[in-house]
């Protein structure tokens, strides 16, 4: 079966652990899709992500001829394709020029961006929205927005770092340096600290344990869900998108992430008319599980039509 | 004088105690002004709505036959041209459909905004800025949104609604139902009630007097200015605007106001190499002192080539 004439993207999730490329055609559909472990460092990076797309060329029916799109964590210089503080991956002190690199080395046109954002984009696909926050909830916490089909970055790339606005004078040291930021309630490494377990995620054995009706794991819960309601109140405060989709790493709990958001929401807005009538609980999803939010929106990147569907 | 082939703008803001009424060249220069009183309730708003703009026409040297821009208060229905819940001006209940009951009396078109927002569009003329964040600090405290030249209004029109943002589990319970709103800190009645004066507004009783030295006044000041700060610190890592112009009541205080503020975000900023790094302090003006800035806005609004300059 040959396709040579479909619109497809290519779209690359580079992570600390794996890097997932994936072939996605207009449709949002994924027609191929590899995983190789990320060999860490600049080098080990480029090497890794051209490996990928060797791969996808080998495996995939259409001719990958059109640009590729790279999520990747850290601060991302968009307009040079360049990245740094990505400390997970062994990129720190200097930007990495990945887009000069891996278009090099590809010999196709390279776009780069941070991967909250690339998942944002991924998430507008899914919801069918084009106007939505994407909240994502991995090691930290941090939003992506698409305001009116357009990805919006800010002024110094701060768009959605709502991880760090302070909600409670008395709350625990970010490692921002300040103290009491959402981030330090809702977020992977939140959890981690409020609830160590062994083999699992945090997450897993905190809902679960909470299902099993310990009161310590609610109460742990209770907190967290709050703190995760309290930054989609902030977002829809400021922003006010009808669509919110939660993602990252504690988003694999899926439904029931969803619904602890959904009744801390309604708890907040129980003596609050005025925040009942925005009806933010209504507005909530969650990326499937195990569904490829980033790699999907990186493949639109490098294809910006297919964000005009 | 006549300038028959000018483009000028009819903008009206209509307040609780005075509405204001201007001609505005797309140069952003004021040509004509009218102030009346504001007759309250349905009848006297439009009543007086529309002696303002015939006494505007029978003053200017321009031919004002284009659409009219209103601000007003209040929850407004911008495709309806309808208004609500502007308590102080004696409409409350059922929408008053402001738009076609004025446009009736005038016979040319009128849009109908809301003052926050309207101020929004006349503080983008002001600082030639089209992507920023106008922050109302008046009796209550409300944001407008400008990104990439449009007016962000939100879903159901609560952008900008950040005055709802709690950031204090212990604080005072706010009008809005929530507990430690940031407009139970970082308002005019926030600041009458830390500071009750007599015949003189809170602010400039209060600024006066830690301007004297009183220790007590440095207290409240700082206190109001951190609240302040820490809604420009929300919207900054939300949408990361480049510009934040402090409008509203409050803003007459004009320099001190500005230096207060953008001292408080310095000094939240002293432990946080991240937050230190967007130099939010660096992005503040204060419009002028009396600066008609939501009559402008609402110039613009029956104008909106006028935004586009």
Same mark, same amino acid.
């Given at each position: 079966?040959?396709?040579?004439?479909?619109?497809?993207?290519?779209?690359?999730?580079?992570?600390?652990?794996?890097?997932?490329?994936?072939?996605?055609?207009?449709?949002?559909?994924?027609?191929?899709?590899?995983?190789?472990?990320?060999?860490?460092?600049?080098?080990?990076?480029?090497?890794?992500?051209?490996?990928?797309?060797?791969?996808?060329?080998?495996?995939?029916?259409?001719?990958?001829?059109?640009?590729?799109?790279?999520?990747?964590?850290?601060?991302?210089?968009?307009?040079?394709?360049?990245?740094?503080?990505?400390?997970?991956?062994?990129?720190?002190?200097?930007?990495?020029?990945?887009?000069?690199?891996?278009?090099?080395?590809?010999?196709?046109?390279?776009?780069?961006?941070?991967?909250?954002?690339?998942?944002?984009?991924?998430?507008?696909?899914?919801?069918?929205?084009?106007?939505?926050?994407?909240?994502?909830?991995?090691?930290?916490?941090?939003?992506?927005?698409?305001?009116?089909?357009?990805?919006?970055?800010?002024?110094?790339?701060?768009?959605?770092?709502?991880?760090?606005?302070?909600?409670?004078?008395?709350?625990?040291?970010?490692?921002?340096?300040?103290?009491?930021?959402?981030?330090?309630?809702?977020?992977?490494?939140? @959890?981690?600290?409020?609830?160590?377990?062994? +083999? =699992? !995620?945090?997450?897993? $054995?905190?809902?679960? &344990?909470? #299902? %099993?009706?310990?009161?310590?794991?609610?109460?742990?819960?209770?907190?967290?869900?709050?703190?995760?309601?309290?930054?989609?109140?902030?977002?829809?405060?400021?922003?006010?998108?009808?669509?919110?989709? @939660?993602?990252?790493?504690?988003?694999?709990? +899926? =439904? !029931?992430?969803?619904? $602890?958001?959904?009744? &801390?929401? #309604? %708890?907040?807005?129980?003596?609050?008319?005025?925040?009942?009538?925005?009806?933010?609980?209504?507005?909530?999803?969650?990326?499937?599980?195990?569904?490829?939010?980033?790699?999907?929106?990186?493949?639109? @990147?490098?294809?910006?039509?297919?964000?005009?569907?």
């Amino acid at each position: 079966m040959t396709s040579e004439g479909a619109i497809v993207g290519v779209g690359l999730d580079i992570g600390a652990t794996k890097t997932l490329g994936l072939v996605v055609g207009s449709d949002g559909e994924i027609r191929a899709e590899v995983r190789e472990p990320t060999e860490p460092g600049a080098e080990g990076i480029v090497r890794t992500a051209a490996r990928v797309v060797d791969l996808l060329r080998a495996t995939s029916d259409d001719a990958l001829v059109g640009p590729v799109g790279v999520g990747i964590p850290g601060l991302v210089d968009v307009e040079q394709g360049a990245v740094k503080h990505a400390v997970n991956l062994g990129v720190d002190g200097e930007w990495l020029p990945l887009r000069r690199l891996l278009s090099e080395r590809l010999g196709v046109p390279v776009v780069v961006e941070n991967d909250v954002n690339a998942a944002t984009l991924g998430a507008a696909a899914l919801s069918g929205a084009n106007d939505l926050v994407y909240l994502s909830i991995g090691t930290g916490l941090a939003a992506g927005l698409v305001l009116e089909g357009r990805l919006r970055r800010g002024a110094q790339g701060a768009a959605g770092e709502i991880g760090h606005v302070p909600v409670d004078p008395a709350g625990a040291l970010c490692t921002c340096g300040q103290r009491g930021c959402l981030e330090t309630v809702a977020s992977g490494s939140a @959890l981690a600290a409020a609830w160590p377990s062994a +083999g =699992e !995620p945090a997450a897993q $054995a905190l809902f679960a &344990a909470a #299902r %099993a009706g310990d009161d310590h794991a609610i109460e742990v819960r209770t907190r967290f869900a709050a703190g995760v309601a309290a930054a989609v109140r902030v977002l829809g405060l400021s922003v006010d998108v009808q669509t919110v989709v @939660l993602g990252g790493g504690v988003a694999q709990l +899926g =439904e !029931p992430l969803l619904d $602890a958001v959904a009744e &801390a929401l #309604r %708890a907040q807005a129980v003596d609050s008319p005025f925040l009942a009538s925005l009806d933010l609980a209504g507005r909530l999803s969650v990326v499937p599980a195990d569904y490829p939010v980033a790699a999907v929106g990186a493949a639109m @990147l490098g294809r910006p039509e297919m964000l005009d569907r």
